[in-house]
């Protein structure tokens, strides 16, 4: 039985009936010909998050990022009148700013970067991004294909198995009883979104907690107590899209490998998959807070950045696993349930973008 309400069709999937309800095949993750295909088709040819304005705060100031599918290195520059320019060896590339999110594009005919983003991106306008300036990064190499990456953080339902330690015994076994479920799934064109509940703070109960998590009042979903900023209460028009009171967090991915993931609580996070060949990749993860004003704030924001960097140490770790057995292709065919909805259309979406780009015979 179902936890949330469901689309009047009766599931996500038929929600999205375009996507297809068959079992699908992850051959475009172990194949070295669609991986460069892949990246011709994709990452030559979209908008690429590539930081953000606070990394280049005067003129003069700038910063190189290593793109390895597009076979780049750009450089993000701001110059004397303060605009934000970008370039690859001597050549200008196509930047535009998005809510302080600096994008490059290397297709001179690419749509603007605000059409491409789309209503998601309309709906997080005014959130305050630009005052979450307390940076928390890290980085891994991979041994998996980039879009294994992204599917394992499409669906939430792993939740309570995969990160059972991160709970406390009791909470980690009720959790694991009652399962996990989206509230609410979406889709504008090549980009998606889901919508979840958890995040409460503080919690109902602090015996659902760890002894530190009280002591420090952070912890999972972040520190307990939202900042008191402007673009937190009313949140922009498109957070919450079911307007549930449980709402904990929502999960934007921006195709083809940025996602952004708001927290209840008042802050965020950004994960990026750099693809390095057909079977690794480059993993970034980046939280945002409010910069502290105590000792103890300070605090609560290492605890929430120390336990996100254990959940995505526990994500990747069977992702090795994952491409191994891919690779084996002892099975070609696999089915999805209603919650890997949006594995699904990333997949589709990529594949897409190569079979466009085949069909009009492009050379990389």
């Excluded at 475009?28 to 590539?50: G, M, Q, Y």
């Excluded at 970008?86 to 998005?98: I, L, Q």
């Excluded at 910069?291 to 992702?319: H, I, M, W, Y």
Aim: glycine share 8%.
């Amino acid at each position: 039985m179902a936890h949330f309400p469901k689309p009047a069709e009766g599931s996500w999937t038929e929600h999205f009936p375009r996507l297809g309800t068959g079992p699908v095949t992850f051959e475009d993750s172990i194949s070295p010909a669609h991986h460069e295909a892949e990246c011709a088709a994709v990452f030559e040819r979209t908008w690429l998050n590539v930081g953000r304005v606070e990394r280049i705060p005067k003129p003069g100031s700038s910063f190189t990022k290593e793109i390895h599918a597009a076979r780049a290195a750009v450089t993000v520059t701001r110059d004397a009148e303060g605009r934000i320019r970008a370039s690859r060896d001597t050549c200008a590339v196509r930047c535009e700013v998005w809510e302080g999110f600096i994008f490059v594009n290397f297709d001179e005919n690419a749509a603007s970067l605000r059409e491409y983003l789309g209503q998601f991106a309309t709906g997080l306008e005014g959130y305050p991004f630009d005052q979450m300036t307390q940076v928390f990064q890290y980085r891994a190499e991979i041994r998996s294909n980039w879009k294994l990456y992204l599917d394992a953080f499409a669906e939430f339902y792993h939740a309570p198995i995969l990160h059972a330690k991160q709970y406390v015994s009791g909470e980690s076994s009720k959790l694991a009883g009652i399962g996990y479920e989206s509230l609410y799934y979406g889709i504008d064109g090549p980009h998606s979104m889901q919508s979840a509940w958890g995040g409460m703070s503080p919690p109902k109960d602090l015996g659902m907690v760890k002894p530190i998590e009280r002591v420090l009042r952070s912890g999972n979903f972040g520190p307990w107590d939202r900042p008191d900023i402007r673009g937190l209460d009313p949140l922009p028009s498109g957070l919450n899209p079911s307007r549930h009171r449980s709402w904990g967090l929502d999960s934007y991915v921006f195709f083809p490998n940025f996602m952004i993931v708001v927290w209840a609580p008042g802050w965020y996070l950004t994960y990026h998959y750099w693809p390095t060949a057909y079977n690794t990749h480059i993993f970034e993860g980046t939280c945002y807070f409010v910069p502290p004003k105590t000792a103890s704030d300070r605090l609560r924001q290492e605890l929430a950045a120390v336990t996100f960097k254990e959940f995505g140490l526990q994500d990747c770790n069977t992702l090795e696993a994952t491409q191994t057995m891919l690779e084996s292709r002892a099975v070609t065919h696999f089915p999805l349930n209603d919650q890997e909805i949006l594995i699904r259309h990333l997949h589709k979406t990529a594949g897409e973008y190569v079979a466009a780009y085949q069909e009009r015979g492009m050379d990389r």
